[in-house]
């Protein structure tokens, strides 16, 4: 079973879709194929490119009177059709968010050596959420203890903050399903593209 990436206006992958669906949003004017050269078709003009494809990587859906290619990426049409996924607020989603480092000190650990930190410590009203828990290396978070950074004399060179992967880094690390050939240049894409909003 074939699926499609789908991305929205922006080119940004929000989901990945079974084909079948894929396919439908496409035949109702809510999404578009995208082909790897990020260029669009809407069903009309999908439907005639696949008349005259030799070969297709996803393969052909047939119906009495069409051979359809079956989309390997698709656009939303509009930006309401599928809400952007959050990038939701785990261990390992904050690791990849601050790239291994202590929001301390600055360096780059191995997960078993960094800790998560309440910038806010909870027992004065912190919570956990994107905008007050960094990582931090055991020595920083234990110096720290329960006390603002402030009050413990320590900085933080980077700000909590929630992490813009548009989605797609989120969709890498989770899904179980194989990244397809024509998806690597858009995730390559929003990874510079992360990289680029995270600073
Ligand atoms: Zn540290």
Known sequence: MSHALVLNRNFYAVHIADWRKALSMVYQGHAEVVDEDLVTYDFASWAELSAVMSEHPAGFVHSPSLRIAVPEIIRLTRYDRMPQREVVFTRRNLYEHYRHRCCYCGGRFRTSELNLDHVVPRSRGG???????????????????NRLPKEAGMNLLVSPTKPNWGGMRSLVLSSPIPIRASWQKLIDRAYWDAEIGEN
């Open 127 to 145: 919570d956990s959420s994107w905008d007050n828990v960094v990582t931090a290396c055991i020595p920083c978070n234990t110096k720290k203890g």
